[in-house]
Nanobody, 115 residues
Framework: VQLVESGGGLVQPGGSLKLSCAAS????????MSWYRQAPGKERELVAA????????NYADSVNGRFTISRDNPKNTVYLQMNSLKLEDTAVYYC?????????WGQGTQVTVSS
């Protein structure tokens, strides 16, 4: 099983980034896919989640209206479009796959918002 995030980097406040998470080794289309983030000195928190069929989504209040989660099941990939980025969005972003009692994590990608 592998979850490989990409797309992180350094961006100015107000800018945009799109993260990708490529999955392999499991039946991607059966899993709820989520993005989490962890800032220095803080607990890991849920950012956004999407049902296996893409039919429902859930967002943290802090990103609602700015971030959009999407998935491409044939490509085994989940995305996180991040717009209007703020300093407080700086964190390592992780993707996670969940199905029943099984869950998998990616290794994370750093997003730094700085002027």
């Amino acid at each position: 099983v592998q979850l490989v995030e990409s797309g992180g980097g350094l961006v100015q406040p107000g800018g945009s980034l799109k993260l990708s998470c490529a999955a392999s080794g499991f039946t991607f289309s059966s899993y709820v896919m989520s993005w989490y983030r962890q800032a220095p000195g803080k607990e890991r928190e849920l950012v956004a989640a999407m049902a296996s069929n893409g039919g429902s989504t859930n967002y943290a209040d802090s990103v609602n209206g700015r971030f959009t989660i999407s998935r491409d099941n044939p490509k085994n990939t989940v995305y996180l479009q991040m717009n209007s980025l703020k300093l407080e969005d700086t964190a390592v972003y992780y993707c996670r796959a969940d199905f029943s009692d099984a869950h998998y994590w990616g290794q994370g990608t750093q997003v730094t918002v700085s002027s």
